[in-house]
């Protein structure tokens, strides 16, 4: 947990009943409110899918699939998962590094075979306006965006499913979007977004609606230069 963000009075006792009711599973994925710094309910349009809605067991694809569609988020907070799955497989944070949920939380889910999720919104998300990732430069983030999308690149290597290379593409859209301004940040994650081309599309040509927003800004930015990236940028994300 965050240290300024709560969890919901039912919280353990729903995560429990799930996991006598499936049998153990791997990882326990569940919702989540947005609320601000007294305690106020906030929209949120970040996750929240339709994956929400899974009645039976999901797969470690199903679930790597929603990752990448941004129908669940990447935040370590939005699920709970086994120690022995972390342990078996030595999975940790990237020590002293911002975005270190980005290439930890699909590492946890590929190994998680059997993983329920839960609709139920059982975490509080606190926004403040003094956080960390609200009061710095882009420059302060570079280094470690491009350190994490690499480790991320390295762990899909490894392990060559399509679903992960589509988390690893939604990521370096995400991290592009994120930083228009940042010219290393767009050299950087080229060769990346290049590698994982097609197990992106192949994901994303199934989902109308962000085709118009993530594809094709995706295949625009793989075929010019930054500076006409960040000039059209604006124009094609609102």
């Known amino acids: ?3 300024d963000d709560e969890i919901e009075i039912n919280f353990v006792e729903t995560i429990l009943t799930s996991c006598y009711k499936y049998s153990q599973p791997d990882t326990l994925i569940f919702d989540y409110s947005r609320i601000d710094e007294f305690g106020n309910a906030l929209d949120s349009n970040y996750g929240h899918g339709s994956i929400y809605r899974q009645k039976d067991l999901c797969t470690s694809e ?4 929603a990752l990448s569609k941004g ?3 990447t935040t370590a907070w939005s699920f709970v998962t086994k120690r022995s799955v972390i342990e078996k497989h030595d999975l940790l944070f990237s020590v002293g590094k911002k975005f270190e949920d980005n290439n930890f939380t699909p590492k946890v889910f590929y190994f998680s075979k059997n ?3 839960i609709s139920l919104r059982l ?3 606190r926004k403040r306006s003094g956080s960390i990732m609200s009061n710095h430069p882009e420059k302060f983030f570079s280094d470690d965006a491009i350190f994490v999308t690499y480790d991320l690149l390295d762990f899909y290597d490894q392990y060559k499913i399509r679903e992960l290379g589509a988390v690893v593409g939604n990521l370096v859209m995400t991290m592009l979007v994120s930083f228009p301004d940042s010219k290393k940040l767009y050299n ?3 060769p990346i977004r290049k590698k994982v081309f097609k197990d992106y599309i192949s994901i994303e040509k199934r989902h109308t609606k962000r085709i118009k927003k993530y594809v094709k800004m995706y295949v625009f930015s793989s075929y010019v230069g930054y500076k006409l990236y960040r000039l059209v940028k604006g ?3 609102k």
Do not use: A, G
């Open 188 to 190: 950087e994650l080229n």
């Open 1 to 3: 947990m965050d240290s």
């Open 123 to 125: 975490y509080r998300y």
């Open 235 to 237: 124009k094609h994300w």
């Open 62 to 65: 199903q679930i790597l699939t």
């Open 71 to 73: 129908e669940i988020p």
């Open 115 to 117: 993983i329920v999720v």
